[in-house]
C-alpha cells in the first residue's frame, strides 16, 4: 500500500528558530500534498495544499509566510515553520493522494510533534 | 458554515459487541465520505471511502452506510476487540484531489 514518512516524528526547539518538517511519499508518485495541524482534542484542521511545482494553497488564517511550503519532486513536499513561537506547538501532519488515478483517498504521514519553547 | 458532528465523548464497548459510531453534518454535499483510524501520537490511517450514490460498503469487520438525506454516516465494527481501541474520524470530500474536512472523532474504547 500507499507509504507516507515524515521527518523528524518529534523536535524541540527554541521561540524564535526555524524547523523544517519533510514528507515523502516512499512508495508513490504524489503531484498533491496536504499539510494539517492537529491541537490536543481537536480535529485535523488543513493548513495548505502543496502542489508539485507551483506555489502552495493556503487556507483562510494560515500565514503563508510563517509556514513555508516547497513541493520540489513528486515525493517530497517540505514545511518550514519560521521564526516559531510557543503558540505553533502543535502535532504537524502531512497526507498525499496516490497520483495518476481518481482516488479520493489520502495517505497520511506518521506526524510531526513540535513543541516550541 | 460547513460542521461536522461526530460524538467528542468516548464510546465505551464490550468486548465482542457490535460498535456503532455516527458522523452528521450540515451546510455540506459531499461527494464521498471516508473513515479514518487514528491512534495517539500517529497520523490517521485510511479504512473506508464511502460516495454520496452508495448506500452501505462493508470490508471486513467494518460496516459503513450513508444516507445523504439524513447528512449521516454510520461506522459499525462488528465483534469488536481491543485492538479496535482508538479515535475514528470521519471525513467528507467533494471529489477528485480536493480537500477533506474532517469531524473531531470519536473515541472507541473495548473493554475486555
Known amino acids: 500500500g500507499a507509504v507516507v514518512s515524515q521527518h523528524p516524528s518529534r523536535v524541540i526547539c527554541k521561540s524564535g528558530t526555524s524547523v523544517k518538517i519533510e514528507c515523502r511519499s516512499l512508495?508513490?508518485?504524489?503531484?498533491?500534498m496536504f499539510w494539517y495541524r492537529q491541537f490536543p482534542k481537536q480535529s485535523l484542521m488543513l493548513m495548505a495544499t502543496s502542489n508539485e511545482g507551483s506555489k502552495a494553497t493556503y487556507e483562510q488564517g494560515v500565514e503563508k509566510d510563517k509556514f513555508l511550503i516547497n513541493h520540489a519532486s513528486l515525493t517530497l513536499s517540505t514545511l518550514t515553520v519560521t521564526s516559531a513561537h510557543p503558540e505553533d506547538s502543535s502535532f504537524y501532519i502531512c497526507s498525499a493522494n496516490e497520483g495518476g488515478g481518481t482516488t479520493d483517498t489520502q495517505y497520511f504521514g506518521p506526524g510531526t510533534r513540535l513543541t516550541v519553547l | 458554515s460547513q460542521k461536522i458532528e461526530q460524538n467528542s465523548e468516548a464510546l465505551n464497548i464490550q468486548e465482542g459487541k457490535t460498535a456503532t459510531l455516527t458522523c452528521n453534518y450540515t451546510?455540506?454535499?459531499?461527494?464521498?465520505l471516508q473513515w479514518y483510524r487514528q491512534d495517539p501520537g500517529r497520523g490517521p490511517v485510511f479504512l473506508l471511502l464511502?460516495?454520496?450514490?452508495?448506500k452501505e460498503k462493508r470490508k471486513e469487520r467494518l460496516k459503513v452506510t450513508f444516507d445523504t438525506t439524513l447528512k449521516q454516516s454510520l461506522f459499525h465494527i462488528t465483534a469488536s476487540q481491543p485492538a479496535d481501541s482508538a479515535t475514528y474520524l470521519c471525513?467528507?470530500?467533494?471529489?477528485?484531489?480536493?480537500?477533506?474536512?474532517f469531524g473531531i472523532g470519536t473515541k472507541l474504547q473495548v473493554i475486555p
Open positions: 512508495d508513490f508518485q504524489a503531484t498533491t
Open positions: 451546510n455540506y454535499s459531499p461527494a464521498y
Open positions: 471525513a467528507l470530500g467533494s471529489g477528485g484531489y480536493q480537500k477533506v474536512t
Open positions: 464511502i460516495r454520496e450514490n452508495e
